[in-house]
């Protein structure tokens, strides 16, 4: 069996794609993976860290381009649904799944065409451009969150959460102890990007936030970008910090942290409340549809999180924030309880589920076991 996967562009795109791979090869060690992606995103360096295939088409962004990077983009359209076209008649496909992003309406369109079963996911509160075209394609739409339904045909819909790795549930135990003693430990994550208004402001506040809290560690990933001048702040200060650029464990990183400060990303969303983490949420400000601050927003709601937008967003502001978060049992845990009643944990199983049922294959999850041996 041979599973395409077009995704890429940001980790948000990316690392649920991946979560749906580790399943179905959980399910069935056999099954082939490859994914399609661009040159231009963040795929190239994370699938070959996760040991997966990429093949690249050309396809270019849309959403806040401008005039011309808008016609060339539609002028590579056919051109990147031809070489999809290919790609799945020589790898004879048997399903087609697309997580948004510029790359998933040309390949989505290619297996429409060639009659390859075809599914999306759409992480978000709001869904992308890119999904909501491509959804007439699709024999099924997953979705993450409710409120994206009202932008698919509901017959195709379901409302299944994010895919996660598995890896954010395994010693769950060590990641829900309360706040106590000298073990706090924050997180300051700005997506795979990185970002640079939050690394400001992480660096603004720390002189007062250390003063408070001497015995806090931290974990600081600051995009490749900005890496250099964060690292050399933290020295400016005094402060020993594990500053990186990124952040390829995320499931170890996570599971050690009391607070985490990030963006809102959809997958950051999900990965937070599987592990419980109570969080400040600081959503990027130009995000399209503004669908980080509408998941930012339903953690809130949850009581997993406290939002600070970017423009309120100063370190004096952050700091006293995390602070308060920290030193404060009772608040900690009844954000940790918001989190964790926020998560859904079996997306990915029930996901695969049904594209097993799509592809009309009559799967025993268990037979595959003990074919490997478990």
């Known amino acids: 069996m041979t599973i395409i996967i077009a995704a890429g562009g940001t980790g948000g795109h990316l690392y649920p794609a991946i979560a749906l791979a580790r399943e ?30 990429l093949a690249l088409i050309t396809a270019k962004p849309v959403m806040g381009k401008g005039l011309l990077d808008v016609v060339q983009a539609m002028l590579s359209l056919p051109v990147g649904i031809w070489q999809s076209w290919q790609v799945l008649r020589r790898r004879r496909a048997d399903l ?3 997580v948004g992003g510029y790359t998933s309406p040309t390949v989505l369109v290619a297996a429409a065409l060639k009659g390859t079963p075809r599914v999306i996911l759409e992480p978000n509160a709001y869904p992308g451009l890119a999904n909501k075209v491509v959804g007439p394609f699709a024999q099924r739409v997953f979705l993450a969150f409710e ?9 195709n819909a379901k409302v299944v959460g994010t895919p996660i790795r598995r890896e954010f549930l395994e010693q769950e ?52 970008g900005d890496y250099e001048r964060v690292r050399e702040g933290y020295r400016a200060l005094g402060i020993s910090a594990n500053v990186v650029s990124f952040l390829y464990d995320m499931p170890t990183v996570l599971r050690t942290a009391d607070v985490v400060v990030a963006r809102a990303g959809a997958m950051t969303i999900a990965e937070l409340t599987a592990c419980g983490k109570p969080a400040i949420l600081i959503p990027l400000p130009t995000a399209i549809y503004d669908h980080q ?5 339903a953690m809130e709601a949850a009581g997993g999180a406290v939002v600070l937008p970017q423009s309120e967003l100063t370190g ?34 029930r996901i695969v589920d049904e594209c097993y049922a799509i592809m009309g294959v009559n799967h025993d999850i268990n037979q595959s076991f003990r074919k490997a041996g478990g």
Do not use: Y
């Not at 399609?36 to 040991?51: C, F, N, P």
């Not at 015995?215 to 600081?220: A, C, G, S, V």
């Not at 952050?318 to 009844?334: A, G, M, Q």
């Open 24 to 53: 179905f090869l959980r399910r069935d060690s056999s099954t082939k993976i490859l994914f399609i992606g661009t040159s231009r995103g963040v795929e190239s360096r994370v699938l070959a860290h996760e040991g997966f295939e």
């Open 96 to 98: 087609v799944i697309g």
């Open 147 to 155: 409120s994206a339904a009202t932008f698919f045909d509901r017959r």
């Open 173 to 224: 135990s060590e990641s829900q102890a309360t706040v106590k003693g000298n073990g706090r430990h924050l997180l300051i994550f700005g997506g795979s990007q990185g970002a640079q208004a939050i690394n400001s402001a992480v660096l603004e506040g720390l002189p007062v936030l250390m003063a408070r809290m001497p015995t806090l560690t931290i974990t600081h990933q600051t995009g490749e």
């Open 293 to 297: 601050m509408k998941n930012a927003r």
């Open 316 to 349: 004096a502001r952050l700091s006293e924030t995390v602070d308060s978060i920290v030193t404060d049992s009772k608040r900690w845990d009844s954000m940790h309880r918001g989190s964790l009643a926020m998560r859904r944990i079996d997306a990915g199983e």
